[in-house]
């Protein structure tokens, strides 16, 4: 009985969905060298803003006038993200869709 207990207060969200105006993004890993191929010491990271949207909200999916979807590659602000404890490396963020700033896309 005490391990039942022990599991419903240890259980954790299966699926987080963004409301409003909002995309749920994975940020990419931050880079541990230079383009010239400089390895940077452990401490010191080059800051990305670019993420894959994970998933987006009924409010976005529903609208013609943005032009997101689920698993683009954008490019955001992360002043106006939300991280979201949901995995250990925390890389998780609820970003507005007015700070999601471009999308790339194959020609």
Do not use: H, W
């Not at 699926?15 to 993004?25: A, D, N, W």
């Not at 992360?78 to 925390?90: C, Q, R, S, T």
């Amino acid at each position: 009985m005490a391990q039942k207990k022990d599991q419903t207060k240890t259980s954790s969200f299966e699926t987080v969905e963004p409301i409003g105006s909002r995309v749920l993004i994975r940020k990419d890993e931050d880079k541990k060298e230079t383009k010239g191929g400089i390895r940077l010491p452990d401490n010191i990271e080059i800051p990305t803003i670019t993420g894959r949207i994970v998933a987006i909200s009924a409010e976005i999916r529903n609208s013609e006038d943005i032009p997101l979807s689920q698993y683009d590659k954008v490019l955001f602000n992360p002043k106006g993200a939300i991280p979201v404890d949901f995995e250990g490396d925390n890389r998780l963020f609820v970003v507005d869709v007015e700070n999601v700033v471009a999308v790339f896309r194959k020609s």
